[in-house]
């Protein structure tokens, strides 16, 4: 796995696939066989966590929350 000028910052397990966030801020899945771009979000990824239906992603200085459920959304 290879990002030019980023490196993972953060990794969480949702929905049976790994999620890499990045120090650049972008949101990478892994589902065992294929690594896909999800989302560029405007600064480093912070934290993801999952409660098994949604993934909330944390963005260092940044007062939103993002959500993935299918879609991001605020």
Do not use: C, W
Not at 19 to 43: C, P, Q, V
Request: hydrophobic fraction near 35%; avoid cysteine.
């Amino acid at each position: 796995f290879d990002v030019p000028e980023s490196k993972i910052t953060v990794m969480e397990t949702h929905d049976g696939s790994l999620y890499r966030g990045m120090e650049n801020g972008g949101i990478y899945k892994y589902d065992g066989a294929t690594i896909s771009f999800i989302s560029k979000l405007s600064n480093p990824i912070a934290s993801m966590n999952s409660d098994g239906s949604s993934l909330y992603v944390v963005v260092k200085n940044d007062n939103k929350l993002y959500i993935l459920n299918g879609t991001f959304g605020v």
